[in-house]
């Protein structure tokens, strides 16, 4: 079992930064696979980025060059920088980890780009 919990999340202007975290604990050895999705109101939950256990990493077409997601399996955590903020980018963004069996979902964090 794995658990997980992200931090970070707040209110910041446009063209803005903010750096998420998530923290994860339990059977941390078994993941394999990290990632962060997003949900706005109304809208599905939709992949953001992911990064494997060896460093390999995606992002979705909007964020690229704006959003750099990293983990640091001794500590067990993930961040995703997020850069050049927009409105668009607003959303409760949530920590996913996956390992050899099953994912896993934090609880989410509220990030809020607005004038």
């Known amino acids: 079992q794995v658990q997980l919990v992200e931090s970070g999340g707040a209110l910041v202007q446009p063209g803005g930064s903010l750096r998420l975290s998530c923290a994860a604990s339990g059977s941390t050895r078994s993941i394999q696979t990290m990632a962060w999705y997003r949900q706005a109101p109304g809208d599905e939950r939709e992949w953001v980025a992911h990064i494997t256990s060896a460093g390999s990493t995606n992002y979705i077409g909007s964020v690229k060059g704006r959003f750099t997601i990293s983990r640091d399996n001794a500590k067990n955590t993930m961040s995703l920088q997020m850069n050049s903020l927009k409105p668009e980018d607003t959303a409760a963004y949530y920590c996913?980890?996956?390992?050899?069996?099953?994912?896993?979902w934090g609880q989410g964090t509220q990030v809020t780009v607005a004038s």
């Open positions: 996913f980890a996956a390992d050899y069996t099953r994912g896993y």
